[in-house]
T-cell receptor, first 111, second 112 residues
Framework: RKEVEQDPGPFNVPEGATVAFNCTYSNSASQSFFWYRQDCRKEPKLLMSVYSSGNEDGRFTAQLNRASQYISLLIRDSKLSDSATYLCVVNQYQGAQKLVFGQGTRLTINP | NAGVTQTPKFQVLKTGQSMTLQCAQDMNHNSMYWYRQDPGMGLRLIYYSASEGTTDKGEVPNGYNVSRLNKREFSLRLESAAPSQTSVYFC???????????FGSGTQLSVL
């Protein structure tokens, strides 16, 4: 089992729709969690950190479920500019801090 | 504020050739990283540096060497390039390990 797993997609949704995707992690000692966004042929950029209580940033909501070991990202009222690959990143402590990346979920928003 | 600057953006090598990828950050970060990204796989850590003069192997260090010249600069060297090293390489930095990463714009490397 991969340490961090994401459905690679692609997810194709119409503009204005709500879309959600999950990311599961295998190490229960994982300490912190992030969603990064990566545009085609560009570097990843931090979208948001994921807190235990869940957090919201505009149209984006991230949630953490430690019991089931997954994090989720919800995008409401999707825009064409939301088309990108979304990377789930988990900080595991294994003697030292270790960031593990999922392979990413590709999202395309259609007009 | 340039953030993380990485050069070159593109490079084509023949098998056996050597090259160095350069990376510099101007955010006064302690931690610097080299990752590679291949289709269908997440970013994989090649090497990590917690501070000037210290480096640690990551998940896929074979075939690479690194040098943390000073707090700003962290270079990655391929001594004898192999086709398996064809990939997109990203340099990154963070204030402390395990926290928010800032990435350079990437180097697309092809080894023929």
């Amino acid at each position: 089992r991969k340490e961090v797993e994401q459905d690679p997609g692609p997810f194709n949704v119409p503009e204005g729709a709500t879309v959600a995707f999950n990311c599961t992690y295998s190490n229960s000692a994982s300490q912190s969690f992030f969603w990064y966004r990566q545009d085609c042929r560009k570097e990843p950029k931090l979208l948001m950190s994921v807190y235990s209580s869940g957090n919201e940033d505009g149209r984006f909501t991230a949630q953490l479920n430690r019991a089931s070991q997954y994090i989720s990202l919800l995008i409401r009222d999707s825009k064409l500019s939301d088309s990108a690959t979304y990377l789930c990143v988990v900080n595991q402590y294994q003697g030292a801090q270790k960031l593990v990346f999922g392979q990413g979920t590709r999202l395309t928003i259609n007009p | 504020n340039a953030g993380v600057t990485q050069t070159p953006k593109f490079q084509v090598l023949k098998t056996g050739q050597s090259m160095t990828l350069q990376c510099a950050q101007d955010m006064n970060h302690n931690s610097m990283y080299w990752y590679r990204q291949d289709p269908g796989m997440g970013l994989r850590l090649i090497y990590y540096s917690a501070s000037e003069g210290t480096t640690d192997k990551g998940e896929v260090p074979n075939g690479y060497n690194v040098s943390r010249l000073n707090k700003r600069e962290f270079s990655l060297r391929l001594e004898s390039a192999a086709p398996s090293q064809t990939s997109v390489y990203f340099c990154a930095s963070s204030e402390v390990r395990g926290e928010k990463l800032f990435f350079g714009s990437g180097t697309q490397l092809s080894v023929l």
